[in-house]
């Protein structure tokens, strides 16, 4: 198996290999601690660097704001047809065609049911690489 930096990633997010957005397929559901070692790394190479929690009810109230990269994580608590699915997709559509950069985070399971069927909004929304394919992962 190939593997593949964060720094290297975000390069290639970067020169729009990824459109700006990459889901990471973790092993589990991603903790705000894994989050946050991500986001001290993501600093390294990105002026700001945002997160964005969908796991609470006030979630979309947050917004992502402007950093240039954020991290999302928590989409696992939404079924693919919630309104706070489909309204976290229109955000982060605005983010990506703006230029900026966003990756999320989410279990394999979870990435299944929002990525994997076409009449869902995360449906073939952006790349994606399994956590065990980075060779410096959290």
Not at 10 to 37: K, W
Not at 83 to 108: E, H, W
Request: net charge negative; charged share 20%; hydrophobic share 40%.
């Amino acid at each position: 198996m190939n593997s593949v930096s964060l720094i290297r990633l975000f390069e290639l997010m970067r020169a729009g290999v990824y459109s700006g957005c990459l889901a990471v397929i973790t092993d589990e559901v991603p903790t705000e601690e894994i989050i946050s070692s991500l986001s001290d790394k993501a600093r390294q190479y990105y002026k700001t660097v945002g997160i964005w929690s969908l796991s609470s009810e006030n979630s979309l109230n947050q917004s992502p704001g402007n950093a240039e990269l954020i991290l999302v994580f928590g989409l696992e608590r939404h079924l693919p047809d919630s309104p706070v699915t489909y309204q976290a997709r229109t955000k982060l559509d605005v983010r990506r065609n703006s230029g900026l950069f966003l990756m999320i985070c989410l279990d394999q399971a979870s990435f299944h049911c929002h990525f994997s069927n076409s009449a869902k909004p995360f449906y073939h929304f952006c790349g994606s690489i399994d956590q065990q394919s980075i060779s410096d992962w959290i």
